[in-house]
């Protein structure tokens, strides 16, 4: 086959069916409610792009999305429309609090001088903020400590009263790492919930679990859970399979193959596209053994029939799944995905 021919069969591709991601949706939402769903759609919808995403999710009925920083709210606020809720909670200076306020994104606040840095953009411009309040309940990553809780509630009372904000939300975050911390993080989050109830503030959403917690542990899903991975059908790395979280994979990553000698063939896809070097010799693309990932193409044992132009399964469909080969490599599904490079054409179904 010549180039030409092989641009026509199209290179490396990351195929998408977003009827299967509109089916992990429904399975995710089913099996927390009545705790609404917050579609998480950092990292570019986590490699699967971002709007597309955002638009299908809209039209399944999600309201809420987890867009990490402001940038990907907007993106996220253009495509999902005026009525979708959406949630930033990496913000950097005055700029982008302005950008958000001006997309009505809700914000997530994990420091006490970010409150003030919020109220003082809320008085320019008129705009009231909504505001999730972030408790550090352990992993010491971006939240109020709780020692602090107290007096940060105090100032944000003073600013709701002035209008300029209003304390939608209590949040955290939780390690997933061992039902001990897990419960010790939730009793914290309990205390904080409390005591902003006591301060006086109407929450509209108490928001604490990601995928896995939210799958397995109903006390830990309040309000609102914050899903990522189990929509787009990726599963935790040594946890349930895909049968029993009732979702699958959503996106394949396909690849022709463009040359075949005695040894194997090569395949048109490589790590400048994303994939990690060290799979190689740990992994199977489509049933077949990698030896070598170049930056532009991984070599393949032979195998018999195999020609130019044959389409190459690296991941997903009835394949190996991201997680899959994430675990070969000690990581997880989603650090695959998100690493898939956007000059990788994305394929929608
Ligand atoms: C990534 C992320 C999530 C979603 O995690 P999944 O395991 O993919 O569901 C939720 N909350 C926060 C703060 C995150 O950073």
Redo the contacts with the bound molecule.
């Keep these: 086959m010549t180039a030409a021919g092989l641009d026509k069969a199209g290179g490396v591709r990351l195929r998408v069916d977003l009827d299967a991601f509109a089916a992990n949706v429904e399975a995710v939402r089913e099996r927390v409610a009545p705790a609404e769903l917050m579609l998480?759609v950092?990292d570019d919808a986590y490699g699967h792009g971002l709007a597309c995403i955002v638009e299908r999710a809209v039209m399944e009925g999600v309201r809420w999305f987890?867009a990490?920083d402001v940038r990907a709210g907007m993106v996220a606020r253009r495509a999902a429309g005026e009525d979708a809720r959406i949630f930033a909670?990496l913000t950097v200076g005055a700029h982008e609090i302005r950008s958000a306020l001006a997309s009505s994104i809700d914000l997530g606040v994990g420091e006490a001088e970010f409150l003030a840095d919020i109220a003082e953009v809320a008085r320019e411009t008129g705009i009231t903020a909504r505001v999730h309040l972030k408790i550090d309940t352990g992993l010491h990553r971006n939240g109020i400590r709780p020692e602090d809780w107290a007096d940060v509630l105090r100032a944000a009372r003073g600013f709701e009263d002035a209008g300029l904000i209003r304390i939608v939300g209590v949040w955290s975050?939780i390690a997933e790492a061992s039902d001990d911390e897990d419960d010790a993080a939730r009793a914290a989050f309990d205390d904080a919930v409390a005591a902003a109830e006591g301060e006086g503030f109407t929450l509209e959403v108490r928001h604490l679990a990601?995928?896995?917690a939210s799958f397995a542990r109903p006390e830990y899903r309040y309000d609102l859970v914050?899903?990522?991975?189990?929509c787009y059908g990726i599963r935790s790395a040594g946890g349930p399979g895909e049968d029993e979280l009732g979702v699958r994979p959503i996106a394949s990553l396909v690849a022709p193959v463009t040359s075949v000698d005695g040894e194997g063939a090569s395949v048109a896809v490589g790590a400048l596209d994303g994939l990690p070097s060290t799979l190689a010799g740990r992994v199977s693309f489509g049933g077949h053994v990698v030896r070598r990932i170049g930056e532009t193409a991984s070599q393949l044992v032979r195998w018999p029939g195999v020609t130019v132009g044959d389409e190459i399964t690296v991941f997903g469909g009835a394949g190996s799944s991201a997680t899959d080969l994430a675990e070969a490599i000690d990581t997880v599904g989603?650090e695959i995905l998100v690493r898939i490079s956007p000059l990788v054409r994305r394929e929608y179904h």
């Design positions: 998480v950092k987890g990490f909670w975050h990601a995928s896995a914050r899903v990522g991975a189990f989603e």
